[in-house]
């Protein structure tokens, strides 16, 4: 039987707990939103079909499953991952300033040629902490695409998956490979920041 998709990504959710991983996953593949914290035990996805331009593209989203708690993610996880969104809370300091901790764990751990885009989540929230220039900051120093979303008032999640995804695409045709086809690896610095400069979120700006 002929598949009714042309090829599948593979997508994980990363960041520290509590910023959102799981309810963005629902709001964008259930087009739910769950005001109650749900915890996630147990590996985790789910899939969506998507049209990208006109070609459907399954996407399978990987949720962290908690272990980001223990810090336990390993290089198993992120095996075949073709993207990555890195979500932070624009309510929580912490989780702002540990981007760089997850940064350095996609480089230690998955492919060179992952596609990463950072996004904010709870931007309708006033108790916002981390300003959108501290975020776009960051996003240029690592040359990363920057979102600022809302589960709950849906804004912006399906631009942040359907830009991983396009981005993921251009990958893969400026490498020459088939839409099934898996990139070889290859040594490169993906990750490595354009310049050494450390930056911290502008909670007075």
């Known amino acids: 039987m002929a598949l009714d998709f042309a090829a599948t990504y593979k997508i994980l959710v990363l960041g520290d707990s509590n910023v959102g991983k799981t309810c963005i996953v629902h709001r964008f593949c259930d087009e739910r939103y769950y005001d109650t914290y749900i915890s996630t035990i147990g590996i985790d996805f789910k899939q969506k079909i998507v049209n990208l331009d006109g070609v ?3 996407l399978q989203i990987w949720d962290t499953a908690g272990q980001e708690r223990f810090r336990t993610l390993t290089t ?25 901790y997850w940064l350095q764990n996609i480089e230690e751990n998955a492919s060179p040629h992952v596609i990463t885009v950072l996004a904010g989540n709870k931007c309708e929230s ?20 920057h979102f600022e979303v809302s589960c709950k008032d849906n804004v912006n999640i399906e631009a942040s998956f359907m830009t991983l995804a396009r981005k993921i695409r251009e990958k893969r045709e400026q490498k020459g490979y088939a839409l099934h086809e898996p990139i070889k690896e290859e040594n490169s610095d993906l990750l490595k920041p354009k310049t050494e400069l450390q930056i911290r979120a502008c909670s007075a700006c």
């Open 56 to 58: 459907p593209i399954k």
């Open 76 to 100: 198993a996880y992120y095996r075949g991952a073709m993207g990555i969104l890195l979500l932070y809370d624009v309510t929580n300091l912490e989780s702002f300033n540990h981007i760089t």
């Open 126 to 145: 006033n108790d916002r902490i981390v300003d959108t220039e501290s975020g776009q900051k960051i996003a240029e120093h690592f040359d990363l695409t």
